[in-house]
């Protein structure tokens, strides 16, 4: 089974900051998902990634294959960025599509 | 957004009595997902399904039981709700990936969740 770490599990930051998340992974993947949560709210799937680095926004995702780490970067932080950031991976083998999640990473913007 | 809903959106009960979720899609994906959300956890599926009648089970699938009779819907039965399913649940939709067949993965979109509290 592979064991998805996340870090850290809480984050402040104040408005602007420069803001990184990481997720730490443990068997080799197929594809890496960071999404989001805002509080009390549903779950959307911000990437997916498989090699090399995405951008959409203010959010960049990167991740090393080879290190099976990943991270995301929020520039400019907004406190609408608050959420809980969750890092899921999907473990080859198989054709059905089952991921395994992170515990999430708390941020917390401060206008 | 992806067309999925979830029902009812709060639900409390006591324990020992049934409990259904709906999850509904007008994607027309082919697998759908259920999953359960609880603090110092992370998402933990409960069972999933890959086609019509075609299910599976998760990590956590002691206690529930699902159906899926129709592309667009996929129920998860608790058949006597324990205070330890007080949790929020979510359901989750994807396309079909094929290994090896240069399909892409693709992602899950979830639905709102459902909020249930066993007394």
């Known amino acids: 089974k592979n064991e998805v770490e996340q870090s850290p599990q809480n984050l402040t930051a104040q408005e602007g900051e420069f803001i990184t998340i990481n997720c730490s992974y443990s068997?080799?993947?197929?594809?890496l998902h960071w999404l989001q949560q805002h509080p009390g709210g549903g779950i959307v799937s911000l990437f997916m990634?498989?090699?090399g680095k995405k951008k959409h926004g203010r959010l960049i995702a990167t991740i090393n294959i080879q290190e099976k780490h990943s991270s995301l970067h929020i520039t400019a932080s907004h406190p609408r960025d608050s959420a809980v950031y969750i890092c899921?991976?999907?473990?080859?083998?198989?054709?059905?599509?089952?991921?395994?999640f992170g515990k999430g990473t708390l941020l917390t913007v401060n206008p | 957004d992806a067309g999925i809903t979830q029902s009812p959106r709060h639900k409390v009960t006591e324990t020992g009595t049934p409990v259904t979720l709906r999850c509904h899609q007008t994607?027309?994906?082919?697998?759908m997902y259920w999953y359960r959300q609880d603090p110092g956890h992370g998402l933990r599926l409960i069972h999933y399904?890959?086609?019509?009648?075609?299910?599976d089970k998760g990590e956590v699938s002691d206690g529930y039981s699902v159906s899926r009779s129709k592309t667009e819907d996929f129920l998860l039965t608790l058949e006597s709700a324990t205070s330890s399913q007080t949790s929020v649940y979510f359901c989750?939709?994807?396309?079909?990936?094929?290994?090896?067949?240069?399909?892409?993965?693709?992602?899950?979109?979830f639905g709102d969740g459902t909020r249930l509290s066993i007394l």
């Open positions: 990634l498989s090699s």
């Open positions: 989750a939709i994807s396309e079909l990936f094929v290994p090896g067949q240069g399909a892409q993965n693709q992602p899950q979109h």
């Open positions: 994607e027309n994906h082919r697998y």
């Open positions: 068997v080799g993947i197929s594809a």
């Open positions: 399904s890959y086609g019509v009648k075609d299910t």
């Open positions: 899921a991976v999907r473990t080859p083998g198989g054709s059905n599509y089952k991921l395994t």
